[in-house]
């Protein structure tokens, strides 16, 4: 959970290969994608088969956004 605490606070957000790395899972093996989509159809965060972050719309409930996501795991 840390690692997507932190990464997604980054301006970049955090790239598939991290996921890679710590967890040998890529973004849709981690997150349950259901669960996001309220917060994608809000355009709050930017999902893609390489990179999970946060948009700029996104980034004044960041802390919200954040929890839902970490909620959103699998």
């Known amino acids: 959970e840390e690692v997507i605490l932190m990464g997604l606070r980054l301006k970049k957000g955090i790239d598939n290969a991290v996921f890679q790395k710590h967890f040998g899972k890529n973004i849709e093996q981690i997150f349950?994608?259901?669960?996001?989509?309220?917060?994608?159809?809000?355009?709050?965060?930017?999902?893609?088969?390489?990179?999970?972050?946060?948009?700029?719309?996104?980034?004044?409930l960041a802390n919200s956004v954040i929890a839902k996501v970490i909620k959103s795991i699998f």
């Open 32 to 60: 349950n994608l259901a669960k996001l989509q309220n917060l994608i159809q809000n355009k709050m965060i930017l999902i893609d088969k390489n990179n999970i972050k946060i948009s700029n719309q996104g980034l004044i």
